[in-house]
């Protein structure tokens, strides 16, 4: 029997590992100009965690976590997004009195059972940041500025930024019901899953990727269009600095995003060189949570990304093209005594730092030069009797064939 990877997983290839290192290293270098510091988080909570921030009612909860009891009966969720346990470790850890600001980063595998198409797996990842302890719409517009650079870094040019307010405990409450009654007024043309949300979350309504739906509500009142005097004051706050920062964006008053703990603004970036799952990031503020899963009451905001989407980007781009992983010399054996002689020089240049390969299958001279471009070394040492004898050898650059003289006790790889 041969067994094969689950529905919606994928294994990450040798061939294709260069490419996430890099984009993890521009992460990781942008994080660090950006002053976030890195957070690791169990890849398994308490169910509880995800049901009470992410919200009940939300698609991830209701119909796409990972959840089972575990042997000691307790109901454990495989992480479907990096906020909530971000959060609770911060709760956990009180890094909250080591700091009145923090601000940390992740990057790692989630998992949602969603139905698998091109750009949406079951197990996922993401790189994101959280900042909590300030409720400053500069903070709003870094997460935002953060993935925008790496992209940039990465030659990403073209996304679109959307951003909505999707206001407070003080003005939604309100507003939900002023769009109930007009949603009530055409609830039998509406989709199930709208129909659905009329009641438990009217907002989402509005987002929903039903044509029908899109029509039909049209010309609802938005939520941007009720903010409370802070909320206003704030969403105007972040676009004047968007502007100051020359970044294009476009105000969407029906994005409302799938996740239920988001208070003032919400963004997301996506991008025209992805199929219908365009969303290469997400994010905004959340004011509540932390108080929500019993810290103390701390502003929040924070952005994810998904890698394998970003990757799709770049493989359309043609981006991503990363520094060649071949060894530098490889070195061919022509008898016994010199196939132990290579394979101790090959140990001792690695030590030094270079990236070495020898022949362990004992392959004829003609399949070891095979091998060497095969695996695109940039230099090939031949080495036999002869060349032990006068611990000379020479050196051949794989690219022009040029040979060189070289020292086999002092190997100098030209620069
Ligand atoms: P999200 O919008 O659910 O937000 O996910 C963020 C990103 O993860 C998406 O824009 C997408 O690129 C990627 N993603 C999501 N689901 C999948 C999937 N099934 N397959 C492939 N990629 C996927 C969050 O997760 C929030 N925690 C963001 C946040 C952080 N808000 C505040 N802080």
Redesign the pocket.
């Given at each position: 029997m041969k067994f094969r990877t689950i529905k919606g997983t994928k294994d990450i290839l040798p061939e294709e590992t260069a490419g996430w290192q890099n984009v993890e290293s521009v992460i990781r270098r942008v994080m660090r100009n950006f002053n976030y510091q890195e957070i690791r988080t169990p890849t398994f909570e308490q169910t509880g965690l995800f049901a009470r921030s992410i919200g009940e009612l939300t698609d991830?909860v209701s119909k796409e976590m990972y959840t089972f009891l575990d042997r000691s009966e307790e109901s454990i969720t495989l992480r479907?997004?990096?906020?909530a346990a971000t959060l609770r470790a911060y709760i956990q850890n009180n890094l909250g009195e080591q700091s009145p600001l923090t601000k940390v980063y992740y990057i790692g595998p989630?998992f949602?059972q969603?139905r698998p198409q091109a750009?949406?797996?079951?197990q996922?990842h993401?790189f994101?940041?959280?900042a909590l302890g300030a409720s400053s719409p500069q903070l709003d517009v870094e997460?935002m500025v953060l993935p925008l650079e790496i992209y940039k870094q990465l030659g990403i040019d073209h996304f679109s930024l959307k951003i909505n307010s999707v206001g407070c405990e003080k003005c939604r409450p309100a507003y939900k019901q002023l769009l109930q009654t007009e949603l009530r007024k055409i609830f039998t043309q509406l989709s199930h899953d709208s129909q659905v949300r009329v009641e438990q979350n009217p907002l989402r309504v509005l987002d929903s990727k039903d044509k029908k739906d899109r029509e039909l509500t049209a010309g609802m009142p938005l939520m941007n269009e009720h903010l409370c005097e802070e909320c206003t004051v704030h969403f105007a706050s972040v676009r004047s600095l968007l502007d100051a920062l020359n970044i294009p964006y476009e105000v969407d008053g029906r994005l409302v995003?799938?996740?239920d703990?988001?208070t003032k603004t919400a963004f997301?970036?996506t991008s025209t060189a992805l199929g219908s799952?365009d969303?290469?990031?997400?994010?905004?503020r959340?004011d509540l949570l932390v108080e929500e899963l019993g810290g103390k009451q701390t502003p929040g905001?924070?952005?994810?990304?998904?890698i394998?989407?970003?990757l799709i980007v770049l493989s359309k781009l043609n981006e991503n093209k990363i520094a060649s992983s071949a060894p530098v010399i490889f070195f061919v054996g022509l008898d016994e005594t010199a196939r132990i002689w290579t394979f101790l020089k090959t140990n001792e240049l690695r030590r030094q730092g270079t990236c070495a390969e020898v022949d362990y299958l004992g392959r004829s001279v003609k399949s070891q030069m095979r091998e060497a471009n095969r695996q695109q070394a940039q230099y090939v040492i031949v080495v036999g009797e002869q060349e032990l004898k006068t611990k000379t050898a020479k050196l051949k650059n794989m690219h022009t064939g040029e040979e060189t003289a070289v020292s086999l006790e002092k190997i100098e790889i030209p620069s």
């Open positions: 991830i479907p997004e990096g906020t989630m949602r969603e750009g949406r797996l079951r996922f993401q994101g940041a959280e997460m995003r799938g996740l703990y988001y997301e970036i799952q969303a290469l990031a997400g994010g905004g959340y905001v924070g952005f994810a990304a998904g394998e989407r970003l």
